[in-house]
């Protein structure tokens, strides 16, 4: 059998009827040319399934092509939207991302990002399980450029979160917005800086007074905070806005045990949209996307200019949340 025929970029300038040195630049996103003559380039490239060497590619730039990607987020709730972000990204552009999980161990950050200079890829991004806690890397000195996702960051670096108060607030309006006026709060830990954010945005809405209960992130949680707005046998709340995904399914739960329907007498709203749990949720629950996949798209975007000597300025950047309405408040289910 016969080996493939490789296409050359000289067979693509061919066939789009330019020179070699324009083919090269068009494809690599440089040089002066027209838009339609780079689409064309870009085209026959298609039409041929020409593949540029990436290891050419990497000498001409001085480049790796390779991303870094560190995350202590184990689980990878949060990593994996955002790892598929980075890599949606970056993949047209001939960029590689690798992902290491050093959980919370700063030996074991010490390790993977040695490994990854050692790979002398052309840059770090960092991300996490909550916004306010640092992953145990020591960065002072690197050389390369850092973009940090969804964890805590110093002040001169760039770095991007979901913006918790707008997607909190878009909640509690929704809610208002049917007409509940007796509103509630069910979320977690209180030293947990997005919880905050996300109880000053429910009181901005709800009011100075309405009830805000604080426990951990869990279902059991959220079944037990029915309990405790229910028990005192006085008003209850006929709106409901949970932290996360699955205190709105554990609040869920105990309504119905206790024969209150949902959405007709109280209306109920999570957090995270985390689809797993929102449509396995009876009714499916509406809840708030952080739109994890687009802060990552958005942190590849950034370290790609990082690396290629772009300004971009530092600080952080929140990036808008989305509201996914279901039929836990009266919404069609999606």
């Known amino acids: 059998m016969s080996e493939p025929v490789r296409i050359r970029l000289s067979d693509v300038a061919a066939e789009a009827g330019v020179s070699l040195a324009t083919a090269s630049k068009a494809l690599n996103g440089t040089g002066r040319m027209t838009d339609q003559t780079r689409d064309r380039v870009k ?15 990497a000498l001409i730039r001085q480049r790796s092509m390779t ?15 955002v790892m598929a972000g980075v890599a949606a990204a970056l993949v047209d552009e001939g960029i590689s991302v690798f992902m290491c999980n050093i959980e919370d161990d700063a030996q074991a950050g010490r390790l ?58 878009e909640a509690v309006r929704w809610i208002a917005g049917l007409g509940r006026q007796r509103l509630a709060h069910v979320t977690g830990p209180a030293d947990f800086a997005s919880v905050a954010e996300r109880a000053r945005a429910f009181a901005e809405v709800a009011g100075p007074d309405a009830p805000v209960l604080h426990g951990p992130w869990s ?41 209150v329907d949902v959405p007709g007498d109280v209306s109920v709203v999570g957090f995270d949209n985390w689809d797993i749990v929102a449509a396995a949720t009876r009714p499916p629950l509406t809840s708030v996307d952080m739109n994890l996949k687009a802060l990552g798209r958005e942190a590849g975007r950034l ?3 990082l690396a290629e000597g772009q300004p971009v300025a530092p600080g952080l950047r929140r990036m808008p949340c989305r509201l996914v309405v279901r039929r836990s408040c009266g919404g069609g289910e999606t």
């Open 43 to 57: 085209q026959a490239a298609d039409r041929l399934g020409f593949r540029p060497n990436a290891m050419a590619r």
């Open 67 to 81: 991303v870094g990607l560190l995350t202590n987020d184990s689980y990878g709730r949060f990593t994996m939207p």
């Open 112 to 169: 993977h990002l040695d490994a990854m200079l050692d790979k002398q890829v052309d840059g770090i991004i960092l991300t996490g399980k909550r916004i306010d806690t640092a992953l145990p890397v020591d960065l002072e000195g690197l050389s390369i450029p850092v973009v940090h996702v969804f964890t805590k960051a110093p002040p001169d670096t760039v770095s991007l979160v979901s913006d918790d108060a707008q997607g909190a607030g």
């Open 219 to 259: 279902e059991a949680w959220g079944h037990e905070a029915v309990d405790r707005l229910w028990r005192g046998g006085g008003t209850v709340p006929d709106g409901i806005f949970c932290g996360n995904d699955q205190i709105a399914r554990g609040v869920i739960d105990a309504l119905r045990e206790r024969g």
């Open 303 to 305: 370290i790609r200019a």
